[in-house]
């Protein structure tokens, strides 16, 4: 027995289903991220938005970008952040954190950008959608690398100096001098 192409009683597609699926866990993990105290939670709950962020990059037709999202986000940043933590700092976080104070400007701003980005989107002519995103690899990786590769070159460097700096800002300083 074939499995049909609308959900049975609801009519709507599948791909339909699964998008709404990937976005509530996006959405979801990524409250749970700013939410949580705990702080390997909270690294926890980015991995897995940053899975449901890939699950619709692949929706789109961008495996590359979601293979990326995986390898670079999932693999390397989530994965370092949580070992960072988890050997330098003590588990729980203070009681009362810094943005904790600034809840209701953060609110006013979040809901104002929200507007702005429900606007923009509902301004939009998207047209034919799945003929901008068709990008294959190798056309990507040509483009990225003969016609583009000094902006490719300055982010790397861009990058790296905010590491640096990350590392630097983090370092404690001695309490005893």
Do not use: H
Request: aromatic content about 8%.
């Amino acid at each position: 027995m074939a499995i049909p192409d609308t959900v049975p009683g609801l009519g709507i597609s599948w791909n339909d289903v699964l998008f709404l699926v990937l976005a509530a866990v996006l959405l979801g993990s990524s409250l749970l991220v700013v939410t949580l105290r705990d702080i390997i939670r909270c690294g926890l709950a980015l991995i897995a938005a940053f899975g449901a962020l890939a699950g619709i990059y692949v929706m789109l037709g961008a495996p590359f970008v979601a293979a990326a999202q995986v390898i670079v986000y999932i693999g390397a940043i989530a994965v370092l952040i949580l070992f960072a933590v988890m050997l330098t700092q003590a588990k729980n976080a203070p009681t009362r954190l810094v943005f904790q104070t600034q809840a209701i400007p953060a609110a006013i701003a979040a809901i104002a950008l929200a507007v702005i980005v429900a606007l923009t989107v509902t301004a939009t002519d998207w047209g034919e959608v799945g003929s901008r995103i068709a990008t294959a690899t190798d056309a990507l990786a040509r483009l990225l690398f003969n016609e583009y590769v000094l902006p490719f070159e300055v982010v790397s460097v861009l990058l790296l100096a905010a590491v640096i700096g990350g590392v630097f800002l983090a370092k404690r300083e001695d309490r005893d001098a």
